[in-house]
């Protein structure tokens, strides 16, 4: 596996992108495929998304985060 479990879960942001240059092998934006994101929330989202119940997995080499349910939460203002 090119990444570990350790990285599920995590938000993109600086600390990620500087975390992913270290790692080395890994282009930080995913383009090779390394990674895959989920949007969960955003400006023009009605409601944001929070993952209440997952379950880290490994498959054929590969971790994910299979997302069991979610629970859509109102806009903080």
């Known amino acids: 596996s090119v990444m570990g479990e350790e ?3 995590r938000v993109v942001d600086a600390n990620l992108v500087v975390d992913l240059e270290k ?5 930080p934006c995913g383009e090779a495929g390394e990674y895959h994101t989920l949007v969960i929330g955003g400006p ?4 944001d998304l929070e ?9 054929d080499n590969h971790w994910y ?4 349910s979610v629970v859509y939460m109102e806009k903080e203002v």
Not at 23 to 27: F, M, W
């Open 7 to 9: 990285w599920l879960g």
């Open 23 to 27: 790692a080395g092998n890994i282009t």
């Open 44 to 47: 023009i989202f009605k409601k």
């Open 51 to 59: 993952v209440s119940t997952a379950e880290r997995i490994m498959r």
């Open 65 to 68: 985060l299979d997302i069991k």
